[in-house]
Nanobody, 125 residues
Framework: VQLQASGGGVVQAGGSLRLSCAAS????????IGWFRQAPGKEREFVIA????????KLADSVKGRFTISRDNVKNTMYLQMNRLKPEDTAVYYC???????????????????WGQGTLVTVSS
């Protein structure tokens, strides 16, 4: 499956942004989907994921209550809704897809089989 992320941009602190990740090749309904981010000079970190079976959602503590993940199986697209953005949310955001539905390992980049190219989100203070 090929993934194409979009929707990044510049937003003021406290604002909202929705990222999209369009999939092609196969339907995302059969995959666990996830979002990661990488700030300058830092390692890629887990943000949020949603399993294909059971619909379990796992998210990082830093985004709880602010970020949500969703998927539209008809449009074959996943979304990351980001609210109450903070300057520390500034990063390149990557979408990813995994065959696995093991919640325990969803925060690991190595658990994902396919990656999008990334979209930059900049939150100004």
């Amino acid at each position: 499956v090929q993934l194409q992320a979009s929707g990044g941009g510049v937003v003021q602190a406290g604002g909202s942004l929705r990222l999209s990740c369009a999939a092609s090749g196969r339907t995302i309904s059969a995959y666990t989907i996830g979002w990661f981010r990488q700030a300058p000079g830092k390692e890629r970190e887990f943000v949020i994921a949603h399993t294909w079976n059971g619909g379990n959602t796992k998210l990082a503590d830093s985004v709880k209550g602010r970020f949500t993940i969703s998927r539209d199986n008809v449009k074959n697209t996943m979304y990351l809704q980001m609210n109450r953005l903070k300057p520390e949310d500034t990063a390149v955001y990557y979408c990813a897809a995994s065959y696995s539905s093991e919640v325990l390992f969803l925060s690991r980049p190595s658990s994902y089989d396919y990656w999008g190219q990334g979209t930059l989100v900049t939150v100004s203070s």
